[in-house]
C-alpha cells in the first residue's frame, strides 16, 4: 500500500515571508500533482511533474520533484493572503493507482 | 471549455433518510468519472470510478453507490444515511485514460444529523 504524507499539515506565516512544504511518498510516483483547495470548493490542478529532478516555477510558487521520485516540495516566496488555502499533493503509482495526501493547510495574515 | 457541476450545494438529512447527489460534465465525451468524500482535516478517499456508462468501480466497502445512467453525468447515492456519511463529496473528471490530472467539480457538503 503506498503512504504519502504531507508536512506540516497546517503553517500560519505573515504577509512576505516564505514558505516550503513537502510531500513523501514510500514508494516511486509516475507523476504527481500539486493541488489548491480554498474552503467550500474543490481542487484545482497547479502544476503535475513527471521527470526526477524536475523544478517547475508558476509565478511566486515553485514546485520540485526529488531525484527518486519519492518526494516533492512547493515553495512559495513572498507569501501573499491569497495564497491561503489546503494545498494537496496527488501521486500516481506505475500500478494506476493514485493517492492524495491529507494537505498543508496555508493562512497568510496580512 | 469543460465544465463540471454538481448539486446541490449543500445537504443537511436525517439518519436514516435516502440520497441522492448529481455530478454533470459538459464540453467533452467518454471522460472517467470520480466520486471522493473529503473528512475535515483529511485527504481525499476516492470512492467510486467509472471509465464509462454503466461501469463503476468501488474503493472501498461502505454505504453508498454510484451510478453513471449518461456519459457525462455520475450520480452518487445511499438508501439509508448514517452519521458517518458527513462529509465534503468531491466529483471530478479526467480525459479517458488518464488518471492523472483530475478537474473537480465544486463540490456538496452533507450533514447528517
Known amino acids: 500500500t503506498q503512504l504519502l504524507e504531507q508536512s506540516p499539515q497546517f503553517l500560519s506565516i505573515q504577509e512576505g515571508e516564505n514558505l516550503t512544504v513537502y510531500c513523501n511518498s514510500s514508494s516511486v510516483f509516475s507523476s504527481l500533482q500539486w493541488y489548491r483547495q480554498e474552503p467550500g470548493e474543490g481542487p484545482v490542478l497547479l502544476v503535475t511533474v513527471v521527470t526526477g529532478g524536475e523544478v517547475k516555477k508558476l509565478k511566486r510558487l515553485t514546485f520540485q520533484f526529488g531525484d527518486a521520485r519519492k518526494d516533492s516540495s512547493l515553495h512559495i516566496t513572498a507569501a501573499q493572503p491569497g495564497d491561503t488555502g489546503l494545498y494537496l499533493c496527488?501521486?500516481?503509482?506505475?500500478?494506476?493507482?493514485?493517492?492524495f495526501g491529507a494537505g498543508t493547510r496555508l493562512t497568510v495574515k496580512p | 471549455s469543460q465544465t463540471i457541476h454538481q448539486w446541490p450545494a449543500t445537504l443537511v438529512q436525517p439518519v436514516g433518510s435516502p440520497l441522492s447527489l448529481e455530478c454533470t460534465v459538459e464540453g467533452t465525451s467518454n471522460p472517467n468519472l470520480y466520486w471522493y468524500r473529503q473528512a475535515a482535516g483529511r485527504g481525499l478517499q476516492l470512492l467510486f470510478y467509472?471509465?464509462?456508462?454503466?461501469?463503476i468501480s468501488s474503493e472501498v466497502p461502505q454505504n453508498l453507490s454510484a451510478s453513471r445512467p449518461q456519459d457525462r453525468q455520475f450520480i452518487l447515492s445511499s438508501k439509508k444515511l448514517l452519521l458517518s456519511d458527513s462529509g465534503f463529496y468531491l466529483c471530478a473528471w479526467t480525459i479517458a485514460g488518464v488518471r492523472e490530472t483530475q478537474y473537480f467539480g465544486p463540490g456538496t457538503r452533507l450533514l447528517v444529523l
Open positions: 496527488a501521486g500516481s503509482y506505475n500500478n494506476n493507482d493514485m493517492r
Open positions: 467509472s471509465v464509462g456508462i454503466g461501469q
